[in-house]
């Protein structure tokens, strides 16, 4: 039976990859911070689906503990098929404010190096045994001007499709997902006041990890969900800077705390 490891698996998107792999038989690794709701969505998940699902409780800002989990991932006594990078959290700041450059650390670590360490871990031992899927939840932000979770984003995406490049003929894919606005928690945690956004938007967090998982299956560097976050990506990209920049602006300023 096959088996992934996530990363930020007790809850949103990652919560979302963990139902559905386990209902389609995988079991599963989680990493989390928070020991108790880790039991407690293992328990949820097993007794729903009757998988395996172990728990590390983990926190990706702390290298010992990244370290850990790469340790997890190339055991060769314990192969682990598909990773899902996704640990995460929303960055409400500026670039400008001293009293932020913490939080601007722990969010290079979370979302940067982890992810780097952790992909790197998976790849080599996927490699080893011939096949694998790695899929390292990127985001639209990361084409876009948003501060430094834009920032962060960009760089995942890069590093994911760099890391797919060297993958070539070896039998393991690597895919960067990239969603827009997904209905999950996120928002609320991170302080982003998103009601204002009409509905149109929004993606449901099952359509994204399913349309994720075959893009995976594909080979595809890239997983944009939905045709209507396919065209904002591609105008994000493709189309005039001037006009990203201004989105970027109304964006960033429509953005309050709670």
């Known amino acids: 039976m096959a088996a992934a490891l996530i990363t930020g698996g007790t809850s949103g998107i990652g919560h979302a990859f963990a139902r559905e792999l386990a209902g389609r038989g995988t079991n599963l690794i989680l990493v989390a911070r928070d020991t108790d709701r880790l039991e ?3 328990a949820e998940l097993r007794a729903e689906h009757h998988v395996d699902v172990e728990v590390i409780s983990a926190d990706l800002a702390v290298r010992e503990d990244v370290l850990r989990v790469a340790d997890r991932l190339e055991d060769p006594a314990r192969p682990v098929d598909i990773l899902v990078n ?4 929303g960055l409400h700041t500026t670039l400008l404010d001293k009293n932020d450059i913490d ?22 031992a996927m490699r080893g ?36 490049l060297e993958l070539t003929g070896t039998g393991v894919t690597s895919t960067a997902l990239c969603p827009g606005w997904v209905r999950t928690e996120f928002h609320q945690r991170a302080g982003i006041k998103a009601s204002s956004l009409p509905s149109i938007v929004w993606i449901d967090a099952e359509t994204l990890v399913r349309g994720a998982l075959a893009d995976a299956e594909k080979g595809r560097f890239v997983s ?19 006009f990203t920049r201004w989105f970027s602006r109304k964006l960033s300023a429509s953005r309050k705390k709670h």
């Open 40 to 42: 407690s969505v293992a």
């Open 86 to 89: 996704n640990a995460g959290f």
């Open 103 to 124: 939080l601007h650390a722990k969010a290079l670590d979370v979302m940067c190096l982890a992810v780097l360490i952790l992909g790197g871990a998976a790849a080599r």
């Open 129 to 164: 045994r011939g096949h694998g899927r790695i899929i390292n939840v990127s985001s639209t932000a990361g084409t876009i001007f948003t501060g430094n979770y834009s920032a962060v984003k960009a760089w995942c995406t890069t590093y994911s499709q760099a890391l797919a």
């Open 224 to 242: 944009v969900p939905t045709l209507k976050w396919k065209i904002a990506n591609l105008v994000a990209v493709h189309g005039p800077r001037s």
